[in-house]
């Protein structure tokens, strides 16, 4: 049976029942943030499942034939169960570990027929639906309206034929048109432009809305430009992408054919407009400014189709993407590097203990020329933990003497949408980054971190001591020093 998000569904309600819910009152209004709301409510009590809701209303405020699901990348345990891995092995370095490995391989994806492809089970024409037809969402009070959809956008090379897939924010104009977040170096600018060069008024693209969470991870990754992302979406899920042919251009751009639903249209190489202001990753309203307009020409899905959302800037897509692959990445140059850890926006922790002085100054220039995402880099020893952000601060004020072990990085690529950039991109100047080295001295005094004794630790059990129930009543409590808890 191939990955789909209805397989994703059942593996989590039969195994991770803890890690999705479904939400069978309604309907919710999505255009007036009611999804959003009551995601917020589970995020305020530590909870971050995959939310199906079974009734919901479209822009139009009719019903929607089907169910909508948000998060299903909202935790990273949620993309290890999608890789199959045991439950007790669902660590982030666990995670990571596999992503990296998966991103080394290609599959070629496989083409079926359109009886055997279930986003053909139903369809409408140009004539039978308009975008306030599907069931857009607003996650912020002041978000443009009369609403967003996010997916994954996929296009083809015309030079080389290559497919690139990509996740973009949509903001809808009105019932014919919206616009499409294509931000800094992206592989799909590059595709946009090249249509553009060759004098076309348009680029034929599609845009998926559910699938398999590793289909998703996969398109958050920025594999490089010489790979076809489909063969690359295969080796992360693990299996053969299912394609069948468009509805709109046949064979020239094949589309998923086990996604839930798939809007096909086009980008203009020339319109532009403003869509409003959107809440993103760096938790701002994102300042408006004249982004591609797409026009709709026809939907593709399956029976009760499940429409698929992602509250932005609350997902692990790009988190677990970056990490993996920018660890495969650097270990190209320096096989030592370990764990890399995103602590915050475009901020990386990447562990890695130098053998030569001037290792990690190296090490983080290739990081800042990973691309747009890499702004600020800590590099940490061995023997911390990048995942620990307590540990993290420890080498920090325990290792780090600021006038020799921190730099300021200037003239990087910024993110379009970075908003401490601001200024730095009105002037041309790109945006500055910190490089901070937290490793021990190269051939220095390495003092050893302090430990309990490992024997003492495992004769003494507390549960001899202190009943089960009198341990998980213990409050956490809140402490300035954890990281003196070593």
């Known amino acids: 049976m191939p990955k789909d998000m209805r397989s994703f569904i059942q593996l989590l309600e039969h195994e991770y029942p803890e890690e999705i819910c479904t939400i069978t009152e309604g309907p919710f209004n999505l255009a007036r943030g009611e999804a959003v709301a009551l995601l917020h409510h589970l995020m305020k009590m530590g909870k971050r499942p995959m939310a199906v809701f079974d009734k919901v209303t479209t822009l139009d405020g009719e019903r929607w034939p089907g169910r909508v699901a948000y998060q299903l990348a909202g935790t990273w345990t949620k993309i290890g169960a999608g890789y199959d891995i045991a439950r007790e092995k669902l660590t982030l370095l666990d995670i990571e570990d596999e992503t990296a490995r998966r991103t080394g391989e290609l599959v070629r994806p496989v083409v079926v027929s359109h009886q055997e492809a279930p986003v053909r089970q139903l369809h409408w024409a140009e004539n039978e639906f308009n975008l306030y037809s599907l069931p857009g969402y607003t996650g912020h009070e002041k978000d443009g309206r009369p609403g967003s959809i996010t997916g994954i956008m996929i296009v083809r090379d015309p030079e080389t034929g290559r497919y690139n897939t990509s996740w973009h924010l949509n903001q809808i104009l009105d019932r014919e048109r919206m616009v499409v977040s294509i931000d800094g170096p992206r592989h799909i600018g590059t595709v946009l432009r090249k249509y553009q060069a060759r004098g076309a008024d348009r680029m034929p693209v ?191 004020g325990a290792r780090v003497d600021a006038s020799r072990q921190a730099s300021i990085v200037d003239h990087l690529t910024p993110v379009g949408i970075d908003p401490s950039a601001q200024e730095g991109i009105k002037r041309g100047e790109g945006v500055g980054g910190l490089a901070i080295d937290a490793t021990a001295p190269v051939g220095g005094d390495h003092l050893e971190i302090a430990q309990p004794d490992p024997e003492v630790l495992s004769s003494v059990d507390p549960y001899r001591y202190l009943s089960q129930e009198k341990i998980e009543q213990l409050a956490v409590g809140h402490t300035t020093r954890p990281w003196a808890q070593l």
Request: a negative charge.
């Open 206 to 396: 599609a845009q998926v809305f559910g699938h398999h969470v590793l289909f998703g991870l996969a398109a958050a990754i920025r594999a490089n430009a010489d790979v076809d992302e489909y063969d690359f979406a295969g080796a992360v899920m693990g299996e053969p992408i299912r394609l069948v042919p468009s509805t709109t251009w046949g064979e020239e751009l094949l589309i998923p054919a086990d996604a839930e639903v798939v809007l096909e249209g086009y980008i203009s190489t020339s319109e532009r407009e403003q869509g409003g202001l959107w809440g993103d990753f760096f938790r701002y309203y994102i300042p408006d400014r004249p982004k591609p307009v797409m026009r709709a020409v026809c939907v593709n899905m399956r029976d009760n189709p499940i429409f698929e959302h992602t509250w932005v800037g609350q997902y692990v897509y790009s988190d677990v993407a970056h990490c993996a692959f920018l660890r495969n990445y650097l270990k190209k140059r320096f096989p030592g590097v370990g764990p890399v850890n995103v602590a915050g926006p475009l901020t990386f922790i990447i562990q890695y203990h130098p053998e030569h002085v001037g290792d990690v100054q190296r090490l983080i220039g290739m990081a800042h020329s990973y691309g747009d995402f890499v702004k600020h880099v800590i590099v940490v020893d061995s023997d911390v933990d990048p995942f620990d952000l307590s540990m993290v601060f420890w080498s920090l």
